[in-house]
């Protein structure tokens, strides 16, 4: 498995947009990538997201990135947000609920 979190802060008005393109990227995701989880946090501002990833493997990432709906979500999201969102690698150490390999 591969994890990853994307973590970013929107401008104060584009609140709505920014749930609108989670919400059709998310549904994107449901239909084209059946092995991969996928969820979005918003903090407690309003305004900070955080999204948690986990890929089946390599080549499950490597198509999600290089997927249309992916492009489209970004060309979207990025202008809307403060600085650009910051992506980094993680390691499930220890879950009482997700029993992954």
């Avoid at 008005?13 to 995701?29: C, G, K, R, S, Y």
């Avoid at 492009?71 to 009482?96: G, R, W």
């Amino acid at each position: 498995m591969i994890r990853r979190i994307a973590s970013y802060r929107i401008n104060k008005d584009a609140q709505e947009n920014v749930l609108t393109a989670i919400e059709e990227f998310v549904e994107a995701i449901e239909e084209n990538e059946p092995g991969t989880i996928y969820s979005v946090y918003r903090h407690e501002d309003g305004r900070t997201f955080t999204h948690f990833m986990s890929f089946p493997g390599e080549q499950a990432e490597e198509s999600h990135k290089s997927a249309p709906y992916t492009k489209k979500f970004v060309d979207i999201l990025y202008p809307m947000c403060e600085e650009p969102p910051i992506f980094e690698a993680i390691e499930l150490v220890k879950s009482s609920h997700i029993r992954f390999s």
